[in-house]
């Protein structure tokens, strides 16, 4: 679907590398129709600003200084919920493209994509669209594949999908923000529910039961 009106569609940046942002600025600004209202390096700056700035679309990065992301769109959705938001990230991460998902984002982009599909995801969304990157879309086709009668909790499945992608305990209490025995207790409880013993033995039956 696209978007069919005569105001140019007023764009808010939040991107913390300067090259990348500055030729956000520079491809939008040179297409008829859109117009770079406010280019920030952190979303404190941009919540501050952004009932002031009215953005229609805001193309948001995800690991930023200060504030992340998705705490940013959050709380856009919040102050100013008008606004379509769209991400811009280097990240695959499944558990990213969900939680940015459920805090209110419309989109989802990743950076390596042409920068004619950054124009086209900017009219889909206006349009009432939800613009993603091939890999981000089959993501979510793969979450609705799961099987959700899962006898996992969505902590322990993420807790599993992580030591599936080869993740330490150390790395997954860093991602999940929880200590290590509290991985070791989800991996425990995840070993008795499975009614299995070795890590290997837990995701192969994992993925056979589509539980990951």
Not at 7 to 36: C, H, Y
Not at 56 to 72: C, R, T
Not at 92 to 120: H, W
Not at 122 to 150: C, D, W, Y
């Amino acid at each position: 679907m696209s978007y069919q009106n005569t105001n140019p569609i007023k764009i808010s940046l939040v991107e913390d590398d300067n090259i990348i942002r500055e030729g956000f600025v520079m491809l939008l600004n040179e297409n008829q129709g859109f117009r770079v209202v406010s280019a920030y390096n952190n979303c404190e700056d941009f919540l501050r600003n952004v009932q002031t700035d009215k953005p229609n679309v805001v193309l948001m990065d995800i690991e930023l200084p200060g504030m992340n992301g998705i705490e940013g769109i959050e709380r856009t959705k919040k102050i100013y919920p008008h606004a379509q938001i769209i991400v811009v990230t280097v990240y695959e991460n499944d558990d990213l493209v969900f939680k940015a998902l459920c805090a209110g984002a419309g989109g989802y982009l990743t950076k390596n994509m042409p920068s004619q599909r950054l124009i086209e995801a900017i009219r889909e969304i206006m349009g009432g669209g939800a613009p993603m990157s091939t890999n981000i879309a089959r993501l979510v086709v793969a979450s609705f594949q799961k099987n959700h009668n899962s006898p996992l909790s969505s902590r322990e499945t993420e807790v599993l999908e992580l030591l599936s992608r080869g993740k330490s305990y150390t790395n997954i209490a860093e991602g999940l923000f929880i200590d290590k025995e509290t991985v070791r207790t989800h991996i425990k409880n995840i070993y008795w529910k499975l009614e299995v013993h070795s890590k290997a033995e837990a995701i192969e039956k994992a993925m056979k039961e589509k539980l990951i």
